[in-house]
T-cell receptor, first 115, second 112 residues
């Protein structure tokens, strides 16, 4: 089946540093990838939609300069949290939309803790 | 703005019972609807996807239905098992930019 990986699975960083999270579709091409954020005991909130080769579309309230998204190829999208602060601590999940059946396949998530 | 609500927020049932989880959405012009389960601290596992032109999908003990006109979907779980304990999320995808809105989730506990 379609598999999406995320790296790293968890990361701890100091306030003010930047962190990059990778999302890869391992066995299929994904023209569209999505980035979500999940706060404790809450549902997922869509942050941005990225299409290969074009700029990401950010949801209202999401700072594009804070959360840099790059969709360099049909199998890789990255999310960089710049100048991280403790309030950025969260669970970040990506998904990739399989061109064949429109189904979204989700990565295992990355838990970010900013100290 | 699409809003997706799931009822109940939490559900506890004895093993073996059949159960229904509900998902409602405010904008019926959807592209598809997908049901997921999420175990604590983990990512999402896709259960069923229903295209806007379909009325139901089945996989094993799971059956999902879709009524676009009324803005509702249900996930039916037959003969529940303790391993079914998880949070169940429905997600609605719109056309165009393919924006996905997740529901609030139903936390299910199946008691042995």
């Amino acid at each position: 089946g379609a598999v999406v990986s995320q790296h790293p699975s968890w990361v701890i960083c100091k306030s003010g540093t930047s962190v990059k999270i990778e999302c890869r579709s391992l066995d299929f091409q994904a023209t569209t990838m999505f980035w979500y954020r999940q706060f404790p005991k809450q549902s997922l909130m869509l942050m941005a939609t990225s299409n290969e080769g074009s700029k990401a579309t950010y949801e209202q309230g999401v700072e594009k300069d804070k959360f840099l998204i790059n969709h360099a190829s049909l199998t890789l999208s990255t999310l960089t949290v710049t100048s991280a602060h403790p309030e950025d601590s969260s669970f970040y999940i990506c998904s990739a939309r399989y061109r064949g059946n429109d189904e979204q396949y989700f990565g295992p998530g990355t838990r970010l803790t900013v100290t | 703005k699409q809003e997706v609500t799931q009822i109940p927020a939490a559900l506890s049932v004895p093993e073996g019972e059949n159960l229904v989880l509900n998902c409602s959405f405010t904008d019926s012009a959807i592209y598809n609807l997908q049901w997921f389960r999420q175990d604590p601290g983990k990512g999402l596992t896709s259960l069923l996807l229903i295209q806007s032109s379909q009325r139901e999908q089945t996989s094993g003990r799971l059956n999902a239905s879709l009524d676009k006109s009324s803005g509702r979907s249900t996930l039916y779980i037959a003969a529940s098992q303790p391993g079914d304990s998880a949070t169940y999320l429905c997600a609605v995808m719109m056309g165009g930019y393919q924006k996905v809105t997740f529901g609030t989730g139903t936390k299910l506990q199946v008691i042995p």
